[in-house]
């Protein structure tokens, strides 16, 4: 009776374990995490990174300090503190909150405990995990287009495959001037990292190209947000 009780403990185990953790159509590991506010995220193991494959959608802070929404112009081009918005079309909310530096830079952290806004480094790593910079793109789009229901890349949303399980979606972005530009032709994300000039770097995708690119960017641009696992190995929070 007790080695047939340890046979169940043990299969029960891997049950568990099987289903947290599953690999998709045979492709990357997939898991979840929940925010401070209890947002529920899919995420996707990539070789040595664990990343969120949804966009970021808290409003506070892991203190619980709320995180104010600004959708009017002129009070966001005057922000010097953490905001975010949603791009300004009735099909914005569906892909994710857009956040200036200040949010993503603030101590209070937006990320899950464990996890982080990616350096450029981090999506360095990724994009070479995918043959480099010039071609990833294609790996970490998803393949939605131009006229499947949103969200959805605008045509030709060159090269993209999703075989990453990443699923990279074209939230735009707003602008300084508060001008919301570019819903289904790019996606855009910002990273901790800084320039010589002290500018915060973000990270772009295109539908016309294959190429992970990375600019420097004011602060006071809302652009979306993923989070990357701070340590090594798929985890189910």
Request: charged share 20%; aromatic share 12%.
């Amino acid at each position: 009776m007790l080695k047939n009780n340890k046979f169940l403990v043990l299969i029960l185990s891997f049950t568990v374990l099987f289903v947290s953790c599953k690999k998709d159509d045979g492709g990357p590991v997939i898991g979840n995490v929940t925010d401070k506010q209890g947002n529920k995220y899919e995420t996707v193991e990539i070789n040595s990174q664990e990343w969120m494959k949804e966009n970021l959608i808290i409003s506070q802070y892991n203190n619980g300090d709320a995180i104010p929404q600004v959708q009017d112009e002129t009070e966001w081009k005057n922000l010097t503190t953490g905001a975010w918005c949603y791009y300004n079309d009735t099909n914005g909310v569906i892909y994710g909150k857009l956040y200036n530096w200040y949010a993503i830079n603030d101590e209070r952290g937006i990320c899950p405990p464990g996890w982080h806004i990616p350096t450029t480094n981090d999506w360095i790593i990724l994009a070479n995990e995918y043959k480099g910079t010039n071609i990833a793109g294609g790996y970490l789009k998803a393949v939605a287009k131009v006229p499947d229901k949103h969200p959805r890349w605008i045509n030709p949303n060159a090269g993209a495959t999703n075989t990453s399980k990443f699923t990279a979606l074209p939230g735009g972005f707003r602008n300084v001037e508060a001008e919301f530009r570019h819903l289904g032709s790019l996606g855009v994300w910002w990273t901790s990292s800084l320039d010589i000039n002290k500018v915060p770097w973000m990270v772009a995708l295109s539908y016309n190209d294959e190429k992970v690119q990375k600019h420097p960017r004011p602060k006071k641009h809302g652009f979306s947000v993923r989070c990357v696992r701070s340590t090594v190995g798929l985890g189910v929070n």
